[in-house]
């Protein structure tokens, strides 16, 4: 799978400089970009079957816990091009205050 753009988890893990949580964060990005950048990716079940917590809402709303659920990381997946969308990543309480099916990354 392609990631776009890698740059949006890198100026996440940049924005939590000083954080105690950031060296955990980085790592489990860098795992998650990894995983997915070497994945092929055919459906939802495939997602899942590598990420059970996961939670799949739609191929345009997928929604990863990072660090233990502490953070939350939601792409839209386009299966057919083998492309993944970051679109939004933050805490958990973040999360809670979006619509995560109209969130869009701010560039």
Known sequence: ???IARSTLRHFVGSLAGHKDQPAVKTAL??????????????????????????????????????GNDYRLVVAVDFDKALVWIKWI???????????????HDK
């Open 1 to 3: 799978m392609r990631v």
């Open 30 to 67: 860098d795992s998650w970009y990894d995983e997915t950048s070497r994945a092929a990716w055919k459906n939802t079940t495939d997602v899942k079957r590598r990420y059970a917590t996961a939670s799949i809402l739609s191929a345009e709303r997928i929604v990863f816990n990072v660090k």
């Open 90 to 104: 933050g805490t958990h309480k973040a999360y809670d205050k979006i619509d995560v099916t109209k969130v869009q």
